[in-house]
C-alpha cells in the first residue's frame, strides 16, 4: 500500500516498509493495545513466537535477539557486546555513516557534521564507490583500508572492538567478504547495521548482509521493523550473547512491549503474504531502468546505482571529470516536492537523490516518479544557472 494525498507518494520513506497505515498492522496495534501493553519482564507467547519467526529468517548461525526500543540504542547495545566480548575499543566506520543519536551511536555518525566529534576511538575509511574508482577492485580496496586503519589503531595501543557496515552500497554484490576477513583476523566484531537494507529492501532475501554471501557477528534493524513503531533488535551469534550475560546486566523495560511486538509481527506476515521482497526486486528493476534511460539522454546524470527499493541517482556537472553537483540535486529534490514527490539527497558531497519507498511501491508508482524526474529535469536551468 501507498498513501497517496492528491498526487503525492513517497518514494523516500522506509520507515513504513509496508506502507503507511497498512490496515494490518493497524488492526494488530488496536487489537494488543485493547489488550495489555507492558514490559518484557513477564514473556508471552507472542514475544516468543515473533523472535522465533524472527530467528528463522536469519542464518542459523544468528540465533539469539536482544530488543531495544530504537536503533541508536541496538547499535550502543551492539557496540557494548564487541566491546566487552573482544576487550577492545577501537570502531572502524565509513566516512559519511550514520548508525544512530545516543552517545556512542553518536560518536561513530560523521553524518551528524563536525560540531559532533567522533570519539576519539573511532576511524574512518572511505565508502565504497564503484562510480569513481571503477577500475579498483572494489572488495580488495575497501579491505585494505579496513586493515589500514586497524594497523593505525593498533600502532597506538588501541584494539579494535568492531567494524560496522551501515548497508548503504549495495553493489557489487559480496564485495564485503574480504572486509569481514580482514575484521575477524584482527580479533574483531563484524556488525551489519541493517536499519536500511533490511527486510526485503534490496530485492534479493531478507537482508542485506545475505546480498553479500557473508553471516555477520552482529545485526541491528530497526525503523521497518514495526512500519514506524518504536522497536529494534540486535541479533547475534550465541556466544556472544552468553558471554556479555553471563556477566553484566541487562535490560531494556519498553524493548519489545506488547504493542510494538503485535506490529512487528504484522509487517512480518505482510511481507512474506503480499511477496514484497519479490515486488521490491521487479519494481526496483523497473526504477532502474527508467533512471538509466534519462541518463543516456541527460549528461548531468552521472550514474544510477542500486538493488531493489534502494536506489541512487547521482547528479554531476561534468560527467567525464565526475564533478558532483549538489545544486542541482537540491534544485531536483525541491522540484519534485512541489510537483508531488518527496525524496531527499544524501551523500557525501549531498548530490546523490536517495530512493528508498515502501516496499509495496508499485510499477505505476515507479512510472509516476520517473514521469516527475523527468519533467524537473527538462525544465531544470542547465549551465550552472541554478
Known amino acids: 500500500m501507498i498513501m497517496r494525498v492528491g498526487p503525492i507518494s513517497t518514494p523516500n520513506n522506509n520507515v513504513p516498509c509496508v506502507g503507511h497505515c497498512h490496515p494490518r498492522v493497524v488492526e494488530a496495534v488496536t ?29 542459523p548461525e544468528l540465533s539469539r535477539v536482544m530488543y531495544t526500543c530504537t536503533g541508536s540504542e541496538a547499535v550502543d547495545l551492539a557496540l557494548r557486546i564487541a566491546g566487552f566480548v573482544t576487550g577492545g575499543t577501537g570502531i572502524v566506520i565509513t566516512k559519511n555513516a550514520y548508525h544512530g543519536v545516543t552517545k556512542a551511536a553518536a ?66 554484490a559480496g564485495f564485503l567478504k574480504e572486509t569481514r576477513a580482514v575484521v575477524h583476523e584482527a580479533g574483531a566484531l563484524f556488525i551489519a547495521d541493517e536499519v536500511q537494507p533490511g527486510f526485503g529492501r534490496l530485492g534479493d532475501g531478507m537482508w542485506g548482509f545475505a546480498h553479500h554471501g557473508l553471516v555477520p557477528d552482529i545485526a541491528v534493524m530497526a525503523k521497518p521493523m514495526g512500519n514506524g513503531m518504536p522497536i529494534a533488535v540486535a541479533v547475534m551469534k550465541p556466544e556472544l550473547q552468553e558471554e556479555f550475560d553471563r556477566k553484566i546486566r541487562y535490560f531494556n523495560t519498553f524493548g519489545a512491549n506488547h504493542v510494538s511486538i503485535a506490529a512487528a509481527s504484522a509487517v512480518l506476515s505482510v511481507i512474506e503474504d503480499e511477496a514484497l521482497i519479490a515486488n521490491a526486486k521487479s519494481t526496483g528493476e523497473a526504477m532502474l531502468s527508467g ?14 546505482r542500486g538493488s531493489g527499493l534502494f536506489l541512487g541517482l547521482e547528479f554531476v556537472k561534468d560527467r567525464e571529470a565526475k564533478e558532483p553537483d549538489a545544486a542541482l540535486a537540491s534544485h531536483v529534490v525541491n522540484e519534485m516536492r512541489r510537483r508531488g514527490v518527496l525524496i531527499s539527497a544524501s551523500g557525501p558531497f549531498g548530490n546523490v537523490l536517495k530512493i528508498r ?23 531544470a536551468p542547465r549551465g550552472g544557472a541554478l
Open 357 to 379: 519507498p515502501p516496499l509495496p511501491f508499485s510499477h505505476d508508482n515507479a512510472g509516476f516518479f520517473l514521469d516527475v524526474l523527468s519533467s524537473v529535469l527538462r525544465d
Open 107 to 172: 560518536e561513530i555518525s560523521p553524518s551528524l557534521g563536525e560540531n559532533m566529534p567522533l570519539g576519539p576511538h573511532v576511524v574512518t575509511v572511505p565508502a565504497p564507490d564503484s562510480y569513481r574508482r571503477e577500475e579498483v577492485d572494489i572488495g580488495a580496496a575497501f579491505a585494505g583500508d579496513v586493515c589500514a586503519v586497524i594497523a593505525f589503531l593498533k600502532r597506538r595501543g588501541i584494539k579494535t572492538a568492531a567494524f560496522i557496515a551501515d548497508g548503504i552500497f549495495a553493489k557489487p
Open 291 to 304: 533512471m538509466r534511460a534519462l541518463q543516456a539522454n541527460d549528461e548531468r546524470i552521472g550514474d544510477v
Open 31 to 59: 487489537r494488543q493495545a485493547g489488550i495489555l501493553n507492558t514490559h518484557t519482564r513477564y514473556l508471552d507467547e507472542a514475544l516468543l513466537d515473533y523472535s522465533q519467526r524472527l530467528v528463522d529468517t536469519f542464518p
